[in-house]
């Protein structure tokens, strides 16, 4: 079971790593999250563990909505920034939970939770 899940994560990070367009501001991690993953921008990683800032764009939008945002604030504010892309949106997985708002908050708060805060 852990072998599986070890590569899954090797997996999602080859996806989301591989882009080739170039972009700046494209997700560069990936979490596991119930049945599918999602990719994030993380800024300022090194930032306090405690304060993270996460910013969630509508449907059907994904990270890149914030590039702006998060490239004028990053150097200003000292805290870890997160911009998840989510389920089936970006560069995220599918889900068999569908697409909704209440299946978008099981997958990020449940599935990632663990992750975000490593």
Same mark, same amino acid.
């Given at each position: 079971m852990a072998s599986t899940t070890a590569n899954r994560?090797?997996?999602?990070?080859r996806h989301v790593l591989s882009e080739t367009r170039p972009n700046p501001f494209r997700p560069n991690r990936a979490a596991n999250a119930l049945d599918s993953y999602i990719a994030y921008v993380e800024r300022n990683p090194?930032?306090?563990?405690d304060k993270c800032v996460v *910013?969630?764009?509508g449907n059907p939008t994904n990270s890149?909505?914030?590039r702006n945002v998060v490239t004028e604030i990053e150097n200003k504010i000292p805290m870890?920034?997160?911009c998840p892309d989510l389920i089936g949106q970006g560069r995220s997985g599918d889900s068999s939970k569908g697409y909704g708002f209440f299946a978008h908050f099981e997958v990020s708060e449940?599935? #990632? #939770?663990?992750? *975000?805060q490593s």
């Open positions: 994560v090797v997996t999602v990070a090194s930032e306090s563990k *910013f969630l764009h890149y909505l914030w870890r920034m997160l449940i599935g #990632c #939770c663990k992750e *975000f």
